[in-house]
T-cell receptor
């Protein structure tokens, strides 16, 4: 199982771009990378998912280098409401429902 | 609306009592998960189930038990053997290949 490592916390200001990097050195060939956002006392919610290169949706971008040993979640022009904990999760794309282990997450604080 | 329902939102119990947390999903997902979250910490995997009538231990299964008699239901029992049961409990389900985890809104258990 791929272990993930993220910075414990990050600070930013409104309107800035925020990049959160997750390290997953022992990622396996079949593993995909998913990012979640969690607000206090709520369940995490899906942000973005990818396998390689770059993925973009309406809220974020995900950059995955060729060796796939890390991934970077990019949040463009953050607002106060983006203050939350962000988790990256690495899972086997062909083993539906396998063991899914979260890391410690990154607590993002956005200031005015 | 499809989703995951955890009930109740808050639960209070006396030490030494077993308590069962409910998790129901109407997403027709095969896999379901239970995580525990302590203040300021990440999510830790308690149990998971990939199909009906089958489940596996996660990283912190001691003091907990589960059942999976129906596809839509995955109740978690916190037994008196769990030394520090006070925590926020999250249930999740997983559907198609490469789909993300869907989380419920959690149950906050307080044992005194």
């Amino acid at each position: 199982l791929a272990k993930t490592t993220q910075p414990i916390s990050m600070d930013s200001y409104e309107g800035q771009e925020v990049n959160i990097t997750c390290s997953h050195n022992n990622i396996a060939t079949n593993d995909y990378i998913t990012w979640y956002q969690q607000f206090p006392s709520q369940g995490p919610r899906f942000i973005i998912q990818g396998y390689k290169t770059k993925v973009t949706n309406e809220v974020a971008s995900l950059f995955i280098p060729a060796d796939r040993k890390s991934s970077t979640l990019s949040l463009p022009r953050v607002s106060l409401s983006d203050t939350a904990v962000y988790y990256c999760l690495v899972g086997d794309r062909y083993n539906q429902g396998g063991k899914l282990i979260f890391g410690q997450g990154t607590e993002l604080s956005v200031k005015p | 609306d499809g989703g995951i329902t955890q009930s109740p939102k808050y639960l209070f119990r006396k030490e030494g009592q077993n308590v069962t947390l409910s998790c129901e999903q109407n997403l027709n997902h095969d896999a379901m998960y239970w995580y525990r979250q302590d203040p300021g910490q990440g999510l830790r995997l308690i149990y998971y189930s990939q199909i009906v009538n089958d489940f596996q231990k996660g990283d912190i299964a001691e003091g907990y038990s589960v059942s999976r008699e129906k596809k839509e239901s995955f109740p978690l029992t916190v037994t008196s053997a769990q030394k520090n049961p006070t925590a926020f409990y999250l249930c999740a389900s997983l559907g198609d290949l490469n789909s993300p985890l869907h989380f419920g809104n959690g149950t906050r258990l307080t044992v005194t």
